[in-house]
């Protein structure tokens, strides 16, 4: 992992914000004012529905997506005793802004078994995926036992997820001698190749604790930046400064597709 500075004047990011949050960005400087308005998006993912008046009427026919929904992968996060919360994002087509779905709500089914091949399943249920949302899924998971793994993987019409692994917290009342967890940072893309995270992916680890930054501003270019991709080309959207949702929901995309970190995700829980 490589450590760059992001150092963006805060009036620049908020250039297309209401003159009220660009004011607040002047305030609070660039990194606070995403914290806050990270909050607010976090506090729209607990419930993992649109604001009330947005909500997308049409649900669609999970048959009309011809390719897999999964390139993103899957994840889960902020282990509790009981509790574990379990992520992916649909999205065929992952370095597109529509991400290769129409704006309407997918459902997704879900599963969390005790063993890898799915025999011994003890929750299952249906999410939505909402286009507000950019069709990412949250679902916590109640009513599991402490401090042990569980699989878990995702279903849309035809199409099945990759398995993720996860582990739930140590019971408040537990005594405990060890926990191993790993501290990761500053992720780069366009600095070179994240195989950090296939020997992390391969660890044995309680939890990851990731300490940012996830994702980097910087234009990324077509070969990839230091990737420097002779196979392929990124659209010319990345080659700018992360600036507008789309932006950021595009960089995000990019940076969950890389294999590596997928694999690290699927492996164990971040917190
Ligand atoms: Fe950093």
Redesign the pocket.
């Known amino acids: 992992m490589t450590?760059?500075?992001?150092g963006t004047p805060a009036d620049r990011t908020a250039a297309t914000h209401s003159p009220e949050l660009r004011a607040a960005a002047a305030r609070l400087g660039r990194r606070r004012f995403l914290t806050v308005t990270g909050a607010a998006a976090a506090l729209a993912f607990a419930v993992n529905l649109p604001t009330a008046g947005t909500a997308s009427a049409a649900e669609l026919d999970a048959a009309k997506i011809k390719s897999d929904p999964f390139t993103l992968g899957v994840g889960s996060g902020d282990p509790q005793p009981t509790s574990v919360l379990l992520w992916t994002r649909l999205a065929p087509s992952p370095y597109e802004s529509d991400s290769g779905l129409p704006r309407t709500r997918v459902s997704v089914r879900w599963e969390v078994a005790h063993d890898e091949r799915f025999t011994r399943v003890t929750r299952r249920g249906t999410a939505t995926a909402h286009p507000e949302f950019d069709h990412s899924v949250h679902v916590e998971v109640p009513g599991l036992d402490a401090d042990r793994f569980y699989f878990y993987r995702f279903r849309v019409g035809s199409w099945i997820s990759p398995v993720g692994r996860t582990r739930t917290a140590p019971a408040l009342s537990a005594n405990i001698a060890e926990l191993k967890l790993a501290a990761v940072?500053?992720?780069?893309y366009h600095d070179g190749y994240f195989t950090a995270y296939k020997h992390l992916a391969a660890e044995d680890l309680d939890v990851v604790v990731h300490l940012?930054?996830y994702l980097?501003e910087y234009a990324v270019t077509a070969v990839g930046g230091a990737r420097n991709y002779t196979d392929r080309r990124l659209p010319a959207h990345y080659n700018r400064e992360t600036i507008t949702l789309e932006d950021y929901r595009l960089r995000y995309g990019l940076y969950k597709s890389d294999p590596d970190l997928m694999a690290a995700h699927a492996a164990h829980p971040f917190v």
Do not use: V
């Not at 450590?3 to 992001?6: P, Q």
């Not at 940072?185 to 780069?188: E, L």
């Open positions: 450590s760059a500075r992001t940072s500053c992720q780069a940012g930054d980097y």
